[in-house]
């Protein structure tokens, strides 16, 4: 939607790098409201599935977290999908 300000992002980190089923993909970053007045940020966290046997979508979204931020301000965002949530099941 409209925004009377900008976001920024930094410090895109995973928690860990392989997973298996029945783990939790983590996905922690910094967002920065670099404008001059407060607002909301919707951060959306997107997969990927390059090289799928299977059609799929380009970039799916898979979690999202809303952000109210103050002029300057920054906040940690932490944003997880479950390994399984991601799977193909034909």
Known sequence: GL???T???ANLA??????GSGETLSVSFDVSNTGAVAGTE????????????VE?????????ARVEL???ETR???LEVEVDDLA???
Do not use: H, K
């Not at 919707?42 to 046997?53: C, D, F, H, K």
């Not at 799929?56 to 999202?64: C, E, G, M, S």
């Open 3 to 5: 925004s009377y300000t």
């Open 7 to 9: 976001f920024g992002y």
């Open 14 to 19: 995973l928690e860990d790098d392989v997973l």
């Open 42 to 53: 919707v951060a959306q966290l997107y997969v990927g599935y390059p090289n799928s046997s």
């Open 56 to 64: 799929r979508p380009v970039l799916d979204l898979r979690a999202f």
């Open 70 to 72: 103050d002029p300057g």
């Open 76 to 78: 940690r965002v932490t």
């Open 88 to 90: 193909w099941y034909d």
